[in-house]
């Protein structure tokens, strides 16, 4: 089906992408998988969305996967045995090189197409197509929920989203971010606590703390001190792809029981869980709406970590 995009939400990995951390790219590239818009044309064979309908796009990074492995059929399709295909970047079925959400229109096929419900705004449905299912997903799969004490490690696009999500399953969520200057921020968003990552003492006070730590920092950090936050059993999952590798100390993994994973986007199945989970709890994200030219001085701001909390393409300004 044919997609009129109305916002694209800008994903550090777009910044990862575009300046080459993850390898070599095809040049010229429209990064973008934050995608939300507005059904425009149907092939005969489409029959769950219609001319007009209100949608998501890209599940995070991907618009396609094989469909017949056994993990697309689990429906997890982010984890495709034979390789998902990216929104952008990624060799298509026709050999051509996929292009992303910075632009008036996309492509799809509609099981990569998911339905954002009344009650959200598509700007701020945008951002939750990747920030909001890479957080979702590792929460629920952790279950995060009421009783469970959970640490979000960085107040970025995924951290604020993973803030509100896990509130909203009722758990118990501290914020760690570098400074104390998104503080009231961080508990207007629904976290309980808040520390500074630059104080040496945040690390002696939560020792042993946490159920579940999610780690959305895009640099690479010291992963063993903040496995030392974890209680027995604890998890620290790591959804920041920064792409250096993360020296870890096996003692703090054994002195505890506690596991070092890892998790990527999510199905779509759970994408459109999520979106119905975030219509019932009043969710968006947080979002500062920019007109195309300013996409370059959004990239300096995210990397200044000075993002409150995801940049949003209004599309209608694009040349
Ligand atoms: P973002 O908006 O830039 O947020 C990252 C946050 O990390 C910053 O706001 C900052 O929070 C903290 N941070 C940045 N540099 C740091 C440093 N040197 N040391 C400590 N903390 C630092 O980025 P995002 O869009 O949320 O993406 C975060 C990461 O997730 C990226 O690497 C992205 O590629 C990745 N990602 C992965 C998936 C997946 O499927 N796993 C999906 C989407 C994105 P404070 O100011 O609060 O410290
Ligand atoms: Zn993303
Ligand atoms: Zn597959």
């Not at 104080?199 to 999610?214: K, R, Y």
Request: aromatic share 6%; hydrophobic share 40%.
């Amino acid at each position: 089906m044919l997609i009129e995009i109305r916002y694209a939400g800008i994903c550090h990995s777009d910044i990862h992408t575009v300046r080459g951390e993850w390898g070599p790219q095809s040049y010229p590239l429209a990064p973008g998988h934050e995608i939300a818009g507005i059904v425009a044309e149907i092939g005969s064979a489409v029959t769950r969305h219609t001319i007009g309908d209100r949608v998501g796009v890209g599940v995070g990074c991907m618009v396609s996967s094989c469909r017949e492995c056994a993990n697309c059929r689990k429906g997890e399709e982010q984890y495709c045995l034979a390789g998902n295909t990216g929104t952008y970047g990624a060799v298509d079925r026709d050999g051509t090189i996929t292009q992303g959400g910075y632009s008036t229109h996309i492509v799809v096929t509609e099981d990569f197409v998911v339905t954002i419900p009344e009650g959200i705004e598509l700007d701020a449905a945008a951002p939750l197509l990747c920030a909001g299912i890479t957080t979702y997903s590792p929460l629920r799969h952790w279950g995060a929920g009421p009783g469970k004490k959970v640490a979000v490690v960085g107040l970025g696009g995924l951290g604020h989203m993973a803030v509100k999500l896990a509130h909203a399953m009722g758990a118990d969520v501290t914020v760690l971010s570098q400074s104390l200057k998104k503080h009231e921020d961080g508990l207007n968003l629904g976290a309980d606590s808040y520390y500074a990552t630059s104080d040496p003492a945040t690390f002696e006070q939560l020792a042993g703390t946490f159920d579940l730590i999610i780690n959305t920092v895009s640099a690479p950090i010291d992963i063993s001190s903040y496995l030392q936050l974890l209680s027995l059993d604890g998890a620290l999952v790591n959804v920041g792809a920064p792409a250096e590798p993360l020296p870890v100390s096996v003692f703090s993994l054994i002195l505890g029981r506690r596991s070092f994973a890892g998790s990527a986007i999510g199905g779509i199945r759970e994408t459109q869980e999520m979106l119905d989970f975030c219509a019932e709890h009043r969710l968006g994200a947080e979002i500062e709406v920019i007109p195309a030219n300013k996409i370059n001085d959004a990239y300096e701001r995210v990397l200044a970590s000075d993002v409150r909390y995801r940049f949003v393409i209004d599309i209608s300004t694009l040349d």
